[in-house]
Structures are given as structure tokens and as C-alpha cells.
Nanobody, 121 residues
Framework: QVQLVESGGGSVQTGGSLKLSCAAS????????MYWYRQTPGKQRELVAG????????YPDSSAKGRFTISRDNAVHTAYLHMTNLEPEDTAVYYC??????????????WGQGTLVTVSS
């Protein structure tokens, strides 16, 4: 099984930057895609960015494109989300998600506990 632990959240002012980390442990060889989602109260969790093991990236959230960069260090089994030029609308709990595949369990989605990002104006 895979476990995910996020870190790096905190409080910043508008225009500031933060870098979130998501460390995977356990059966890390089964992990392919790693993703960052965010969620605000009363809203559904939304996908911000994703990265495959080979480095291919996706940024479905147009508001994050150009300001957020997802990266990954496979040697330490960690994904990152570097967020710049933060706006109050970026305030949310950010969750790491990983896609794990094994022949025994098939595809399994794993979630971290979330890390809070607060951007003040």
C-alpha cells in the first residue's frame, strides 16, 4: 500500500509563494500519476495539476496555469507544487493524490491528509 504525507502549507500575503511537498511511502514502485487537488468549504475537490512518473504534466485548472508548477523527484518519491503570485482565491486545503497500480489490487487511488493554504489580501 501507499501512504502520502503533504507539507508546506501556510499563510502568505497576496503575491507570495509557497511550495507544497507530497512524500510517498510504502509500495512506491506502484505509483504512476501524482496529482494536486484543492478544496474550499462547500465546493467539490478540484484538480489543480498532475504529473506522471515519466514527467508529463497537466494543468486542468486555468487559474493555476502559469502560476503553479508541478514537479516530481522519483528518487525520493516526492511530488511538489510550487505556487507563485498567490491570490486570496487560492485559499484552500490542498490534497495530494496518487494513482497506484498492482496486479493484486488493480488501480487504487490514495489521498494525503491535506495541507491548508491561506492567502490574505
Amino acid at each position: 500500500q501507499v501512504q502520502l504525507v503533504e507539507s508546506g502549507g501556510g499563510s502568505v500575503q497576496t503575491g507570495g509563494s509557497l511550495k507544497l511537498s507530497c512524500a510517498a511511502s510504502g509500495d512506491v514502485s506502484s505509483v504512476n500519476g501524482m496529482y494536486w487537488y484543492r478544496q474550499t468549504p462547500g465546493k467539490q475537490r478540484e484538480l489543480v495539476a498532475g504529473i506522471l512518473r515519466g514527467g508529463g504534466t497537466t494543468y486542468p485548472d486555468s487559474s493555476a496555469k502559469g502560476r503553479f508548477t508541478i514537479s516530481r523527484d522519483n528518487a525520493v518519491h516526492t511530488a511538489y507544487l510550487h505556487m507563485t503570485n498567490l491570490e486570496p482565491e487560492d485559499t484552500a486545503v490542498y490534497y495530494c493524490n496518487a494513482e497506484s497500480y498492482t496486479t493484486a489490487r488493480g488501480y487504487v487511488e490514495v489521498w494525503g491528509q491535506g495541507t491548508l493554504v491561506t492567502v490574505s489580501s
